[in-house]
């Protein structure tokens, strides 16, 4: 069953140079995806149309056969997707668990204890008590990648969209952030989508989509 369908999208920006020219591909629960291709080739443009950011010019993207485009986007962002920036978009001076609570009050969550649930999501991607109660600026660069993956899982989302979630990651880092990833796809049956230009992350999932290649096979 696919969660995620993008049909004949088309994207261009200003200079209305395609950056996205018809592009066809499903994306299924319970799976880990990288997106490679080189720098410039659109990833991060696609996963800004995924994430509801913008929208396509022409073709649709479908999420549990519903057209995004008809679902209201607020919702569909604070629900549906959750979302890992590169440049994490965290707020420096909350804590970690400041973090998760607002983004889950952000999506109008009914849970009991915000401050609980965000503590054990923070449990979830490594991060202990002493931690998640530190300031973000006080906190490693990967320890503010888990911060910012923790945050997207917040809503509890069936998809997960990171771009180049281990860019600034040391090896050993960037192999437990892959494993959080894997984990959520195959324990948790989250449909991941990583950008990245690691050969090791690519290496790393159940799926690799080549925009590049992609490109080429229509030309
Ligand atoms: N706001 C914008 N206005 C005009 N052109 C843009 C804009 N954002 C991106 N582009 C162009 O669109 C193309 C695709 O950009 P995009 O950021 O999607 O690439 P990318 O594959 O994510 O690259 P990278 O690997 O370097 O992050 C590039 O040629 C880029 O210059
Ligand atoms: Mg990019």
Known sequence: MSLFKLENVDYYYDNHVKVLDNINYEFEPS???AITGKSGSGKTTLLSLMSGLD???SGKIIYNDNDISKIDEDKYRSHHVGVV???FNLLPHLTA???????????NLKVGNKKQVALSLLNEVGLDEEKANRR????SGGEQQRVAIARALSFQPEVILADEPTG???MHNEKQITEIFRRLAHEKNKCVIIVTHSN?????????????KAKENLA
Do not use: G, R, T
């Not at 973000?136 to 906190?139: A, D």
């Open 97 to 107: 668990i400041e973090n998760v609570v607002l983004s889950m009050d952000i999506a």
């Open 85 to 87: 920036f590169q440049s």
């Open 200 to 212: 090791s992350v690519a290496a790393s999932a159940d799926v690799v989509y080549d925009l590049e």
């Open 55 to 57: 929208k396509p010019k």
């Open 31 to 33: 799976k880990v995806y």
């Open 168 to 170: 600034n990651l040391d």
């Open 136 to 139: 973000i600026l006080k906190l």
